[in-house]
């Protein structure tokens, strides 16, 4: 089964970089890494997903270990709407089997 | 464009009920999935669709039925309801045909089976 850890909960200051680290080893050579954040009572929303390389989006950037065994979200200055659950994905067989992710607190 | 809309919002069933809940989306997405999240969980997959006509199992898909018979709506129907599917459900869809990248979520449907 398609598995990632994470930590349960991390805590920032706002207006400050995140990076929120996620180990994927289970992961092969096809297998993207997607991230997605759920904001209190709504649903998930798509953040940014990768392959191989480093990738960018107006939201995040994506750094992703040269063995790809592990991964990093970056949120280049967060703020207190950043504050949600962010869950590391890699697909298996084109689903994604998600796991509990990590809750994100901003402090102001 | 309206994105995935799911209804009810909330609903509450007896053991043994059955209803059917509602996805729509009007992005023209091929792919559409729903989901069922319990309490501190991650999101758990229960079906999937790739086009119209075409729809395969998730990872939990025991007690629901789903049929694609449009592109717009994928609706969830439970069978004969167990307070274990006491839960969250969310409707996603993406414009990738085979794979389930950057979807679009509704905003759920919580539902209580007594």
């Known amino acids: 089964d398609a598995k990632t850890t994470q930590p349960n909960s991390m805590e920032s200051n706002e207006e400050e970089p995140v990076h929120l680290p996620c180990n994927h080893s289970t992961i092969s050579g096809t297998d993207y890494i997607h991230w997605y954040r759920q904001l209190p009572s709504q649903g998930p929303e798509y953040v940014i997903h990768?392959?191989?390389?480093?990738v960018n989006n107006r939201m995040a950037s994506l750094a992703i270990a040269e063995d790809r065994k592990s991964s990093t979200l970056i949120l280049h200055r967060a703020t207190l709407r950043d504050a949600a659950v962010y869950y590391c994905?890699?697909?298996?067989?084109?689903?994604?089997?998600w796991g509990a992710g990590t809750k994100l607190i901003i402090k102001p | 464009n309206a994105g995935v809309t799911q209804t009810p919002k909330f609903q509450v069933l007896k053991t043994g009920q059955s209803m059917t809940l509602q996805c729509a989306q009007d992005?023209?997405?091929?792919?559409m999935s729903w989901y069922r999240q319990d309490p501190g969980m991650g999101l758990r997959l229960i079906h999937y669709s790739v086009g119209a006509g075409i729809t395969d199992q998730g990872e939990v898909p025991n007690g629901y039925n789903v049929s694609r018979s449009t592109t717009e709506d994928f609706p969830l129907r439970l069978l004969s309801a167990a307070p274990s599917q006491t839960s969250v459900y969310f409707c996603?869809?993406?414009?990738?045909?085979?794979?389930?990248?950057?979807?679009?979520f509704g905003p759920g449907t919580r539902l209580t089976v007594t």
């Open positions: 990768g392959l191989t390389s480093n």
């Open positions: 992005m023209n997405h091929e792919y």
């Open positions: 996603a869809s993406s414009n990738t045909r085979l794979a389930a990248y950057e979807q679009y």
């Open positions: 994905i890699h697909d298996s067989n084109y689903q994604l089997i």
